[in-house]
C-alpha cells in the first residue's frame, strides 16, 4: 500500500503516486480490545468487499481498556512501581502479547487495503469526565509512548494516527500531553504517516490544535445528539480556516444509535446517516467515516442500548450504501472539486436542506426527502448539460435529458418522501 499525503491544494488526501484517496472509513473503537484473530479477519473481509477504505481503531480502548484484557487475556501495558498503569511501559512481553494482536490485525488491513486510522489512546486516559479511565498520561510519558507506537509502525504504510479520543482539551496538561504524543510519532516513525485529532460531540479539531504544525488535517465530530444536525456548516467552518486543511466529519451519527444517548428518543436510521455523510462530504469534506452503534463497541450481548450483535450490524442498510457514495466521488475529476451552493435558486432548512457541491464541468446537489431541486445554470463550463439523478441507496444514476446550460432550471426527483433523498447530477457538454 502507498502512504498518504495531503494534496498540495490542501483540500485532499492523495496517494504517494499523486492519485485521489476518497477516505470511506468505518469505526471499530473496540476492535483490538474486544475481537479475536477470527472475528477480526470476518469484520475486515466484510468491509473491504463493502468497498471502505479506512477503519478507526483505538489501542487504549474506551471499555476498560487498560484492566480488562483483549480475547487472549492481554493487558497493553504493565504497571510502574507506583502500581499504575504506565504508557512508557507497554507490555510486549511472552507469546502473542496484546501488541502482537494490534500488529496482526494492521497487517490484516493491510492485505486487504485497508488503512487504520489508529487512535493511540481514548480520552479518558488523560481526561476522565464521564469515562472509566483512569487517568494515566503525562507530557513524559505521553512521548516515550508515542515514540513506542512510531517505532513499532513506522514501516506500515496503511497508518493514519489520531489522536485526542473523544474529550475535551481543558488544562494546560491536555494540551502538553497531546504534543508530546505527536512529538514522540512524529520524531520515531520520521513523519511518514500523516496526523489528525478526533474531538469530542459537535467539535472539531481545529477548536484546539488547527494551527499545529503537527495536524495534517482536520476532523470534526457532528456526533449523535440530535437528528437533521447541520454538520455542513462546521465542515464549512472548517473549510474556511487558515492554514487551509482538509476537513472531514470523522463521527457522524451513527446508524442505530439512541438519539441523544437516550433509547426512549428513538434511533437514527439510514435516513439520517445517509444526510449527514451527503451533506458532510458536498460541503467540502475530503471523506466520510460511517459508524454503527454495535460496531465501534463490537458488541456481543444485544438489550435495548446495543440492539444487536456486532455481525449483524455489519449488513444494516446504511453500511452497505456507503460504496456509493465512494462510487460517485471517485467517478469525477477528484481534486477541482469545490462547494458551491451558489448553484441553488432555492434552499432550505433543517432536515429539506440541499448541499451542492461541483468541479470545472459537473455538479452535484444532494436532495434529501425527494424535494425538488431549483439550480442556476451558466455555472459549468459547457453549452448543455447532461442531467441524471443518482440514487444513494442502490447506487443507479438515471437519465432525465440534455438542456442548454443557460438561465435556470427547476429538477423534479423521482420520488418524494423521507426516504427518497437522490443526488442531481449535471455534466456539462460542448
Known amino acids: 500500500m502507498q502512504l ?27 476492535i483490538f480490545h474486544r475481537l479475536n484473530r477470527e472475528e477480526a479477519d470476518f469484520y475486515l473481509e466484510t468491509r473491504a468487499k463493502q468497498k471502505f477504505n479506512v477503519i478507526q481503531a483505538v489501542a487504549l480502548a474506551e471499555f476498560e481498556g487498560l484492566t480488562i484484557g483483549n480475547a487472549y487475556g492481554r493487558l497493553p501495558l504493565k504497571m510502574n512501581d507506583n ?45 476522565k469526565m464521564w469515562g472509566k479511565g483512569p487517568e494515566i498520561f503525562d507530557k513524559h510519558n505521553a512521548k516515550a509512548y508515542g515514540q513506542f507506537l512510531g517505532n513499532r509502525y513506522k514501516d506500515r504504510n496503511n497508518i493514519i494516527w489520531i489522536l485526542g479520543g473523544d474529550r475535551p482539551l481543558h488544562t494546560r496538561k491536555h494540551f502538553d500531553i497531546q504534543e508530546a504524543l505527536a512529538e514522540g510519532l ?52 472548517d473549510y474556511e480556516r487558515t492554514p487551509v486543511k482538509p476537513v472531514l466529519d470523522g463521527e457522524p451519527c451513527y446508524e442505530d444509535h439512541p438519539i441523544n444517548f437516550k433509547e426512549d428518543n428513538d434511533f437514527f436510521d439510514e435516513v439520517d446517516v445517509r444526510k449527514a455523510v451527503y451533506w458532510s462530504v458536498f460541503a467540502g469534506g475530503f471523506g466520510v467515516t460511517y459508524g454503527h452503534h454495535c ?57 429539506n436542506h440541499q448541499q451542492a457541491t461541483r468541479g470545472e464541468r459537473y455538479a452535484f ?45 427547476k429538477f423534479v426527483t423521482p420520488a418524494h418522501g423521507r426516504e427518497q433523498d437522490y443526488v442531481l447530477i449535471m455534466d456539462a457538454e460542448e
Open 4 to 30: 498518504l499525503k495531503v494534496h498540495n491544494n490542501g483540500r485532499f488526501l492523495m496517494k504517494e503516486d499523486g492519485s485521489p484517496f476518497f477516505w470511506l472509513g468505518d469505526t471499530a473503537w473496540e
Open 83 to 127: 502500581g499504575q498503569y504506565d504508557p512508557s511501559l507497554p507490555d510486549t512481553d511472552g507469546e502473542y502479547s496484546y501488541w502482537d494482536h494490534v500488529d496482526y490485525i494492521i497487517d490484516k488491513a493491510e492485505q486487504l487495503g485497508l488503512y487504520v486510522a489508529l487512535l493511540p489512546t481514548w480520552g479518558d486516559k488523560y481526561n
Open 186 to 237: 512524529r520524531s520515531a516513525d520520521e513523519g511518514r504517516h500523516l496526523i489528525s485529532f478526533h474531538p469530542c460531540g459537535e467539535n472539531s479539531s481545529a477548536l484546539y490544535v488547527n494551527d499545529e504544525p503537527w495536524l495534517d488535517f482536520n476532523m470534526i465530530q457532528s456526533g449523535h445528539s440530535r437528528k437533521n444536525n447541520p454538520n455542513y456548516k462546521m465542515i464549512q467552518k
Open 295 to 351: 460496531i465501534w463497541s463490537m458488541n456481543k450481548e444485544p438489550g435495548l442500548y446495543f440492539g444487536m450483535n456486532w455481525k449483524e450490524a455489519l449488513n444494516r442498510p446504511a453500511a452497505n450504501q456507503m460504496q456509493y457514495l465512494r462510487q460517485l466521488m471517485e467517478s469525477r475529476p477528484f481534486f477541482e472539486r469545490i462547494p458551491d451552493q451558489s448553484l441553488l435558486m432555492v434552499n432550505y432548512e433543517g432536515s
Open 365 to 409: 446537489v444532494y436532495a434529501p426527502h425527494g424535494i425538488s431541486v431549483h439550480v442556476k445554470l451558466g455555472i459549468l463550463k459547457g453549452q448543455r448539460v447532461k442531467v441524471q439523478w443518482f440514487n444513494p441507496r442502490t447506487g443507479e444514476a438515471i437519465p432525465a435529458g440534455t438542456i442548454e446550460n443557460t438561465g435556470d432550471r
